[in-house]
Structure formats: structure tokens, C-alpha cells
């Protein structure tokens, strides 16, 4: 299926990218060519077929809730763009 | 003049023939001469690399090994937490990213010794099949430096093939093992899904990453799997299985009377190269000599391995890489006004195109209205294409395949056509959808004489079979060893 120019826009939106305008059409154009590929699975009938999410059969796996060493608050906030006592500092949210 | 091997080099370094100094030594000399015109490594860690190695000679005097790989160098694909050295998964987003823990594997190879030389190159995020979606520059095919050495563990290839580290970790969610290792003439092995952990593996695909050895022989191989194997409580999907010790393993197993099944699929896919079906058909024909049954088997929903997976690896993707937004690591883009400006071009910076393409295709394909025609679906089909694998093997011990249609492209003749890309994963991409254990061994030579690998794979937790398998077709193929890459320090 094709994707237009305000589809590729809501879905940036989404994916918080902000895009240019010749970024818009070219993966519009490539995003189509690859959901027409991808759109072969449309003749395959799945009816009564489970969905596999995951390739080991594994469910709840529990653990002990024990408290164990964890990093120091310096340790965390060494790689952030900007930090203030002791917390990540970001523009304004609300 | 072949490579040496980690396992020749674990018996010089107890004979006594040469200290883990001058070994590490050795390499870094070799990675210094031969980087400028390969490019393999993101960061080249000489420093650390020359004081783990005196360590590990200080504990050989004291008779306090850490285990019989004690002082083996090793390289690491850069998408594996190492703490205090860059992390960067050949990414803006993390090019100045230092972590401050250690992912398990990495804590595994040091807590047995061996040396780390270095992080390697890769396409951006591990996606991407060349090495041209590195934000970092692209790595050259040892074989032919105008060829890809194929992804996107492409650095972790092309150093093993240039004798730039004797043995690797590569990580392999479609194929990124498997492939570069086939363009390289390496051993490149994925294990089962939940063998190995995945913690402080940057993750790109969780239900489909693993990490695996790349090595130039089967022995490596098993010798690498042992060491980085087990259960480890901070990865709930990792198994809890005992780990075999599969080195000591290989000469226990017999092709003989084994069934080894031929999917016709597989075989018939169009643009396979005239070189690479003769390999193919010469490593059948070995494996019939030595005594196994070539088993016709049909895995009919092979053709729609590529379409399932670029809609389940994009829709973990989307999820997995919502985390770059610039707030605790990695790159921001200063002075944006509030914080969705702050995510969304701090993230359209630091992110390259294949990134953006996979993220919106899978963000896409789960948003509303199309979670149903694309995600579900592709995870039903996921389901019919894991019943073609129990079918084969049922049948059969394992499974033969081609690695990569065809060997080594040149740079430029795939990249500007992403769909054109994604289509060379054909033969290693179910695997993963799977979840079961496979590799890719030399087994030939095709166009233009660079190296052809061809794939065993294997069940669930397979991988003592698996690797029995490949070490006896390895001594008959007799390709291991019989030609080092022109680019290679020797």
C-alpha cells in the first residue's frame, strides 16, 4: 500500500523525528515500495493460527525480591546532556 | 601463512611460547597497520587492552588462571555495554556514551580473562546488511576493500578475517552473524534464542537478538560458546539449562546415519550465483560421504521470512528505540523549547535514514487501525514459519542452506534501494523467527574467488549437535585455513 506525505507526517509524529520536507517524500516513497513488499502476507490465510510473540515457551518468571547494589546517583547522571541536583534537567513539559 | 587460531594460541600461551603481553601486542601492531584501510573498529581500547594482558601473565606466574582462555585477545561488536569504554552502536545518538556497567557477556569474558582489543564497527543499531548504515564510516571486506564485509556485524568479521583479533562477538538478529561471517570466510554462529544473555546487549529486536562467536574455526566456536553461555538472572528470557561443554564435545558426534534435510525452498530462490550453488552442491555431496542421508524436505513459507520479519524486528524496534530522547544519555539537541522539540530533533539528529525508516515502519505497523492487518498477521505468520522449521526437524538432526545468495557485493550497488537491501537476508532471517540455533561455516570459494559460507542449522538447545556437525564437515570441506584474506596482517 502506498503511504502519502500526511500519513509519513502522523507517523513521525509519533515516532518523535522531526523531518524535513524532502525527508517526508523520500520515505514516503520508500515506506510504500517496502509495504507493497510486505503486503504478500495479505494472500496467506492465518485463520485459527495463534500469534507467536516470542520463541521460547516461557511465562512469569519470578524472582526473589531482594534489594541488591544499584549505581551511585553520580554514576547515573554522568552521561546526561544536563543534570540539577541530582536529577535530569529537561526543557519545560507542561 | 594461515591465521592462528584462539585455540592454538590458549596452548602457546600455557606451553609458555609466548606471553599474553606480546600477543596483545602483536594484534594492536596488526590493528594499527591494517585500520587505515579496513576500518573495523569503532574504538581500539590499546591501554586497557596491554594492562588486562600483563594481568593476566602476573596470574600465569602465580599459577591463578582464570580459566584455560586466560590472556586470548578478543574484539567486541559496539553494541555491548562495556564499562568505562564508549558505546556508541555506530550511532549519533551514542557516539559520546560511556557506560557505567558492564553487559554480562563482557563481565564473562573478563571474569575468564581474556583481553579485549577493542569495540567493532557496525551498521547503525545492527541494522543494515553492509556496514554502510554505520554513522562512523563503513568497514572494508578484507578480501576485496572496494567489497562489503557484509552486516551488520561487519567490524567483528572483517578483524577475525584480517588477523586483526584472533576470535569475536557478533550479534545476530536476522542474519548479522551469519551473513558477515559468510563474506568474511569466518565461522559466524547464533545460538538458540534465551541461550546466551542479553543483558547490556543494546537491544534492537529483543524477541529475535543474540549474541554469538565469530570465529576462524569450529573449535572456536564451541570454545567461545561455553564461555559466554548460561542463565543470568538480570535477562528473565535467558535459559535455565546447563551449559555443555561443547569443546569437548566435537569429536563425540558422527555424521554417519545422521538425517541432514535439503528445503527445497531454499534452493530454489532466484539469483542464487552459478559460484555459490557449486559450493553448495560440493558441501552436500561431503556430507553424503561422510555418511548422512540428504533428506527433501519443503519449508513452504520461506518466501514470506523477509516480509514477517521487517514488520516484527521494526514494531520491537520502534518500541525498543523510544528510549533515545535525549534526556538521560546521548545526544540532545541544545536550546529546543519544550520536550517534545527537545525528543523529536534530538532524535532526527542523532539518528541515521535506515534508523528512521525502521522506526516509523515499525511505529506504523502497530499504530492504529494496521496493528491488525500488519503486526498480528505478521506474528501469525511468525507461527506457521516456526511449524516449517519443527517440520523440518522432525525429519531430519539439521538442517543445510545457503548463507547469503550470493558473496561480497560492492559498496554502492545495494544501498540506495533499502527494500533491495532487506532481500539478501532471505536464507538467515527465519531462523531468528524461529528462535532455534544455526551457523555459517567457509565452505568455498565462488565469484570473483571470495569466500562462500554455507549454514547448518539446528533445534532448540541443538547447539552440541549443531557444532559436532560442522567440525566434522570442516576437516572434509578442508576450506579452513587454506587462504588468508590479501588484506590481511600476516
Redesign the interface.
Known amino acids: 500500500m502506498a503511504?502519502s506525505i500526511g500519513?509519513?507526517e502522523?507517523?513521525?509524529l509519533?515516532?518523535?523525528?522531526?523531518?524535513t520536507d524532502g525527508?517526508k517524500e523520500k520515505?514516503a516513497r520508500?515506506?510504500s515500495?517496502?509495504?507493497s513488499?510486505?503486503d504478500?502476507?495479505?494472500e496467506?490465510n492465518?485463520e485459527g493460527?495463534?500469534?507467536?510473540?516470542?520463541?521460547?515457551p516461557?511465562k512469569n518468571?519470578f524472582?526473589q525480591d531482594v534489594v541488591l547494589d544499584s549505581?551511585s546517583n553520580e554514576?547515573?547522571l554522568?552521561?546526561?546532556?544536563?543534570s540539577e541536583d541530582g536529577c535530569?534537567k529537561?526543557?519545560?513539559?507542561v | 601463512m594461515s591465521l592462528p587460531c584462539a585455540h592454538e594460541l590458549a596452548r602457546q600461551l600455557a606451553d609458555g611460547t609466548v606471553t599474553s603481553a606480546a600477543l596483545t601486542e602483536r594484534y594492536l601492531k596488526a590493528i594499527e597497520r591494517t585500520e587505515p584501510a579496513l576500518h573495523s573498529f569503532v574504538t581500539v581500547t590499546g591501554q586497557r587492552a596491554m594492562e588486562a594482558a600483563r594481568a593476566s601473565d602476573a596470574r600465569r606466574a602465580a599459577g591463578s588462571l582464570l580459566s584455560p582462555l586466560d590472556g586470548v585477545p578478543i574484539a567486541v561488536k559496539d553494541n555491548m555495554i562495556t564499562e568505562g569504554v564508549a558505546t556508541t552502536c555506530s550511532s549519533k545518538i551514542l557516539g559520546?556514551?560511556?557506560p557505567?556497567?558492564n553487559g554480562t557477556v563482557i563481565q564473562k569474558l573478563q571474569d575468564a580473562g581474556l583481553v579485549i582489543l577493542g569495540k567493532t564497527n557496525l551498521d547503525e543499531f545492527a541494522m543494515g546488511s553492509s556496514s554502510e548504515n554505520s554513522a562512523f564510516g563503513v568497514t572494508r571486506n578484507p578480501w576485496d576493500t572496494n567489497r562489503v564485509p557484509g552486516g551488520s556485524s561487519a567490524g567483528s568479521a572483517s578483524c577475525v578475517a584480517a588477523g586483526q583479533a584472533p576470535w569475536s562477538l557478533g550479534s545476530d538478529t536476522g542474519g548479522s552473524i551469519r551473513q558477515p561471517a559468510s563474506f568474511c570466510g569466518i565461522v559466524g554462529l547464533k545460538p538458540t534464542?534465551?541461550r546466551v544473555s542479553r543483558y547490556g546487549l543494546v537491544a534492537f529486536a529483543s524477541?529475535l537478538d543474540q549474541i554469538g562467536p565469530m570465529t576462524l574455526d569450529v573449535r572456536d566456536a564451541a570454545l567461545l560458546l561455553e564461555t559466554i553461555s548460561g542463565h543470568d538472572?538480570k535477562d528473565?528470557?535467558s535459559?535455565k539449562l546447563p551449559v555443555p561443554r561443547y569443546s569437548e564435545e566435537l569429536e563425540k558426534g558422527s555424521l554417519r546415519g545422521k538425517k541432514v534435510a535439503r528445503p527445497r525452498e531454499f534452493f530454489e530462490i532466484d539469483g542464487i550465483e552459478p559460484g555459490v550453488k557449486a559450493v553448495l552442491d560440493n558441501t552436500i555431496e561431503k556430507l553424503a560421504s561422510l555418511g548422512a542421508e540428504i533428506v527433501d524436505v519443503s519449508m513452504p513459507?520461506t518466501?514470506?521470512s523477509?516480509?514477517?520479519y521487517?514488520?516484527v524486528a521494526t514494531a520491537e524496534a520502534?518500541s525498543n528505540l523510544?528510549r533515545y530522547?535525549?534526556?538521560?544519555?546521548?545526544?540532545?539537541t541544545?536550546g529546543?523549547?519544550?520536550?517534545?522539540?527537545?525528543?523529536?530533533?534530538s532524535?532526527?539528529e542523532g539518528?541515521g535514514d535506515e534508523v528512521?525508516?525502521r522506526?516509523?515502519?515499525g511505529?506504523?505497523a502497530l499504530?492504529a487501525g494496521y496493528y491488525d492487518?500488519?503486526y498480528?498477521?505478521?506474528?501469525?505468520?511468525?507461527?506457521?514459519i516456526?511449524r516449517d522449521y519443527d517440520e523440518a526437524l522432525a525429519k531430519a538432526d539439521l538442517i543445510v542452506a545457503p548463507t547469503s545468495p550470493f558473496v561480497a557485493f560492492p559498496f554502492g550497488s545495494r544501498s540506495a534501494d533499502?527494500?533491495s537491501m532487506?532481500l539478501c537476508d532471505i536464507f538467515t532471517l527465519s531462523l531468528n523467527?524461529?528462535?532455534?540455533c544455526g551457523l555459517s561455516m567457509p565452505a568455498g570459494f565462488g565469484e570473483h574467488g571470495l569466500p562462500v559460507g554455507i549454514q547448518l542449522l539446528a533445534g532448540?538447545f541443538q547447539e552440541t549437535k549443531l557444532l559436532q556437525g560442522a567440525w566434522e564437515l570442516e576437516q572434509t570441506l578442508g576450506v579452513t585455513g587454506t587462504r588468508t584474506a590479501p588484506a590481511a596482517a600476516v
Open positions: 503511504l500519513d509519513v502522523h507517523v513521525a509519533l515516532s518523535r523525528l522531526a523531518l525527508e520515505f520508500e515506506l515500495k517496502i509495504f513488499h510486505v504478500q502476507l495479505a496467506l492465518v493460527v495463534e500469534p507467536t510473540a516470542h520463541p521460547l516461557m518468571v524472582r549505581l554514576a547515573v554522568a552521561n546526561a546532556a544536563e535530569f529537561v526543557p519545560q513539559i | 559520546n556514551f560511556v557505567p556497567y534464542y534465551g524477541s538472572p528473565s528470557t535459559a513459507h518466501k514470506y523477509i516480509s514477517c521487517y514488520l520502534s523510544a530522547d535525549g534526556a538521560q544519555y546521548g545526544h540532545r541544545p529546543t523549547k519544550n520536550i517534545v522539540e527537545m525528543y523529536s530533533k532524535r532526527a539518528f528512521k525508516r522506526i516509523m515502519i511505529t506504523y499504530s492487518a500488519y498480528l498477521k505478521a506474528l501469525k505468520v511468525r507461527t506457521l516456526k533499502p527494500l532487506y523467527l524461529a528462535g532455534y532448540a
